[in-house]
């Protein structure tokens, strides 16, 4: 073998495994949602839904702003849909952007979480 066929298969080797440990690309989503609270930074049920939303694969941050009303969420496109966030927090509780609230899970909210 050539001196140069070896230095392309090692160039080749090292491309793939570099590769294979290469960090997944992350995407961004912003939900607008109904996070009603009086004292959005010191409210109870915040870190609850963060927890909820940080427990579906693939999500790798969620932020949570009370007041503009939106969660932003960093997750794997290859793991979690955008859909699927929005369910975990319908399903908290909560809409999120056209996907109303689960009513049961709404009834369960703090009443200071609750629509005035």
Same mark, same amino acid.
């Given at each position: 073998?050539?001196?140069? =066929?070896?230095?392309?298969?090692?160039? &080749?080797?090292?491309?793939? &495994?570099?590769?294979?440990?290469?960090?997944?690309? @992350?995407?961004?989503?912003?939900?607008? %949602? %109904?996070? +009603?609270?009086?004292?959005?930074?010191?409210?109870?049920?915040? $870190?609850?839904?963060?927890?909820?939303?940080? @427990? =579906?694969?693939?999500?790798?941050?969620?932020?949570? /702003?009370?007041?503009?009303? =939106? &969660? %932003?969420?960093? +997750?794997? $496109?290859?793991?979690? %849909? $955008? /859909? !699927? &966030?929005?369910?975990?927090?319908?399903?908290?509780? +909560?809409?999120?952007?056209?996907?109303?609230?689960? $009513?049961?899970? +709404?009834? !369960?909210?703090?009443?200071?979480?609750?629509?005035?």
């Amino acid at each position: 073998m050539s001196m140069r =066929t070896l230095s392309t298969i090692s160039a &080749i080797a090292l491309l793939v &495994i570099t590769s294979s440990f290469a960090k997944p690309k @992350l995407a961004e989503v912003v939900i607008k %949602t %109904t996070f +009603y609270c009086n004292h959005y930074d010191q409210c109870e049920s915040k $870190p609850a839904l963060e927890k909820e939303i940080m @427990l =579906t694969s693939g999500v790798k941050s969620v932020v949570i /702003d009370g007041k503009a009303q =939106t &969660i %932003t969420v960093q +997750y794997k $496109p290859k793991m979690v %849909t $955008p /859909d !699927k &966030i929005r369910t975990v927090i319908s399903n908290a509780g +909560y809409d999120a952007d056209t996907v109303k609230a689960n $009513p049961n899970a +709404y009834d !369960k909210l703090d009443g200071c979480c609750k629509k005035k």
